[in-house]
């Protein structure tokens, strides 16, 4: 076979490159297996060419920098001028590669601690704040272990056992839209819908979800139900009454969620295990919730200006938002519980994100 239709069948199988795989998290290290007959490799990030290399072993590496963003990035194959061979990445996250780190609880900041507690004291109403640096394991919180209730920040167990079931590309599955729609915006409707996927039952499900929860030793948390549907858009019609599930989550156990999540995504054993996620799985995770939908409630109320995977609940007596924050110096997380027992203020709760987020930032 000649050279040019070498070329033309490349260009039919083109493949992915082994980091990353379509629609996962990056940590600025491209890794490809090089075609036979290939020579040079050059990388691509959307239609612009970044790095090019010669070819001197079965694989080739780049590092990758620039802004922290999702984008399509592809490796084209070579050899004297022709094309032998493409691997392609579609809407991959890039992230800096000091987010490549996960150091688990070490010890415990008593100033920041402090710090943050004047804040929730200041709060009107009930307030829990949890700080976890993943690049020193450094940690702080206030009524940190205290329960609150749990609105969708629990969703990430859901998110978790379906990617564990669906894998080993769920993105490819046929749940996939209810996936991305729980995790993006938070759809009550497709939570459900994976519940019963998961269970055969949304009952089945939901104690599906809570042995992720045991596993992951948010010991304090509870999933025992499903999710109210939003309401009939037709005022006149009668509403049934709302489903009482009584879920609760501490930021400490919702921190540890967020942390498991994270340190799989590096294949750290102990996450692998407690989350049952490969690495590709754990990515694709953390994707999703980078690409949270950030506007309306599903905004939060910590409004980081960079990347953050992050999850929000909401109610008529809540706003949370949990959130890993991939920062240039490292990934932190935040998470912020707040709670009023008539109706919680969203601008109370959201000036104290911002007041929680200049602090942690600093």
């Known amino acids: 076979m000649n050279l040019v239709a070498v070329a033309a069948v490349a260009a039919v199988l083109a493949g ?8 996962e998290v990056f940590f600025g290290r491209v890794v490809a297996k090089a075609p036979a007959g290939a020579t040079e490799a050059s990388l691509f990030v959307g239609r612009r060419r970044v790095a090019r290399r010669s070819v001197l072993s ?19 194959w070579d050899r004297d001028g022709r094309l032998v061979g493409r691997a392609v990445a579609r809407r991959a996250w890039l992230l800096h590669s000091s987010a490549g780190q996960a150091i688990s609880e070490r010890r415990r900041d008593p100033a920041l ?14 307030a829990a704040m949890w700080v976890h640096d993943l690049r020193t394991g450094r940690t702080a919180g206030w009524n940190s272990d205290t329960s609150f209730p749990a609105a969708s920040v629990v969703k990430l167990a859901v998110l978790i056992a379906a990617l564990d079931r669906f894998g080993p590309r769920p993105e490819r599955s046929a749940v996939w839209p209810d996936i991305r729609a729980m995790a993006t915006w938070s759809s009550n409707l497709s939570t459900n819908r994976l519940l019963v996927r998961l269970g055969g039952s949304e009952a089945a499900g939901s104690a599906i979800a809570q042995r992720v929860l045991d596993r992951l030793g948010a010991t304090s948390s509870t999933f025992t139900g499903p999710y109210e549907v939003e309401p009939y858009a037709d005022s006149g019609m009668p509403r049934p ?3 009482l599930t009584y879920r609760r989550t501490t930021a400490h156990d919702v921190g540890r969620i967020l942390y498991a999540l994270h340190a799989a995504a590096l294949v750290r054993p102990e996450a692998a295990r407690r989350t049952r996620l490969s690495r590709h799985e754990a990515r694709v995770g953390l994707a999703l919730l980078l ?17 953050a995977a992050q999850k929000q609940g909401w109610t008529r007596n809540v706003r949370h938002t949990a959130a890993i924050l991939y920062e240039p110096g490292g990934p932190k997380i935040v998470v912020l519980l707040t709670f009023r027992l008539d109706e919680v203020s969203y601008t109370a709760s959201l000036s104290l994100g911002r007041r929680v987020l200049a602090l942690v930032r600093r």
């Open 58 to 76: 079965h694989r080739v590496t780049f590092t990758l920098h620039g802004r922290p963003r999702q984008c399509d990035v592809r490796v084209r």
């Open 241 to 243: 009454l709302p489903i």
């Open 113 to 126: 601690s402090a710090r943050l507690g004047a804040l929730g004291r200041s709060y009107p109403g009930y």
């Open 291 to 307: 690409s949270s939908a950030r506007t309306g409630d599903n905004a939060g109320i910590l409004r980081p200006p960079g990347p």
């Open 16 to 23: 992915e490159p082994v980091v990353p795989k379509s629609g």
